[in-house]
């Protein structure tokens, strides 16, 4: 039986007849080429504090828009023993050096005014009386610092308030009352307490596989298609391309931008995963054919297709054609057709198994 099975499919294989074809329409046709990414704030900032403590209070939840010097944090100072002790030391220090070094400067006033040492011995105790003064009062101002959590002085104000460094919306709040904080210094990062960003100003952030990066060019206009709204479509232009790729799971991608244009329908939110068309060439009123009729011979560098032949036992002729952009699934016949052709649209091969 499965010989004679066999058998009938190479016998119907052989009619010409039974062998579907496709024919030559006019229509449109996209080239396009992919990228996946999602929608994101154009300009996003992080807020951290430069004071070490415990977060005391929080001003603002998640979705809150805030304006340049509101505030969003008040941290309450923790210093451990040790840093308690050692301020404390430090002042007692910087006020027996004051006071011993004022005494000297008082005295030498008096020698000086009655010229019995000289001008440069007088100018040096000066300068050590304001060395020491300026030491002491650093020392208040970190002692100060350390247990209040602020200090006001003429130059420079530090306080335990921290408040927004630009307008936006507060995207993310990482931290809660009674949290501690590690302080942004030179040699570390700080703890991240909040993120802002102005969500008025969205972009599209994305990656386009290397196959289709040399087709794209800035300013070629986006479509964009946004999982959260299925029945809407954004559209934009190609704004930014990496000049350097890099590896995505295992994958060599170019990062890309899109700019969204102005007035869209729908509202956005950052974060929506999108995916993006960007057009590369679009035709209308062209003859396409689908793609998988057409056989391509790279190393001729030539396309053919077959055509029935002219009488109903004839076999199927090849014809060679010349294409244009395709979008996968169609692809453009720029000759060797005319509108109306029939060409054979073979069923996929059987293979024995």
């Given amino acids: ?34 990228a996946m990414g999602e929608i994101q704030p154009r300009l996003k900032f992080q807020v951290k504090s430069k004071i070490p403590g415990i977060v005391k209070s929080c001003f603002v939840e998640v979705g809150d828009t805030v304006k340049a010097g509101d505030p969003l944090f008040e941290i309450g100072p923790d210093p451990t023993p040790t840093e308690r002790t050692e301020v404390d030391r430090t002042l007692e220090r910087a006020q027996a050096s004051f006071a011993r070094v004022k005494a000297k400067y008082d005295r030498y006033q008096e020698l000086q005014a009655a010229g019995v040492v000289s001008r440069q011995d007088y100018e040096d105790a000066k300068e050590d009386y304001d060395l020491a003064r300026v030491a002491l009062e650093q020392a208040k101002e970190q002692r100060e610092l350390a247990l209040k959590g602020k200090v006001e002085t003429a130059d420079v104000k530090v306080e335990s308030i921290i408040r927004a460094p630009a307008s936006g919306t507060v995207l993310t709040r990482a931290v809660n009352p009674g949290e501690p904080v590690v302080p942004l210094t ?45 029945t809407g479509q954004v559209t934009g232009k190609l704004a930014r391309i990496a ?33 993006a068309s960007v057009i590369i060439q679009e035709k209308k009123d062209v003859l396409l054919l689908p793609e998988r009729v057409v056989k391509y011979d790279k190393d001729a560098d030539k396309a053919t297709v077959e055509v029935p032949g002219p009488g109903s036992k004839a076999e199927p002729e090849k014809v060679e054609i010349r294409t244009g952009i395709s979008d996968g699934v169609q692809v453009e016949v720029l000759s060797g057709l005319r509108k109306g052709d029939r060409v054979i649209d073979r069923p996929p091969e059987v293979k024995k198994s």
């Fill in 186 to 230: 030179s040699y570390q990062p700080g703890t991240e307490m909040a993120s802002i960003a102005d969500v008025s100003d969205l972009l599209f952030r994305g990656t386009v596989d290397e196959i289709d990066v040399g087709k794209l060019e800035v300013g070629q206009p986006v479509r964009i298609k946004v999982g959260a709204i299925p």
């Fill in 1 to 34: 039986p499965g010989a004679r099975a066999y058998g009938l499919y190479a016998w119907k294989g052989k009619n010409k007849k039974e062998l579907p074809t496709v024919a030559v329409e006019l229509g449109s046709i996209t080239e396009k080429a992919q």
């Fill in 243 to 275: 000049p350097q790729s890099r590896d995505l799971d295992g994958a060599t991608v170019f990062d890309v931008e899109i700019s969204l244009d102005p007035g869209q329908k729908f509202t956005l939110r950052a974060g929506y995963s999108c995916n």
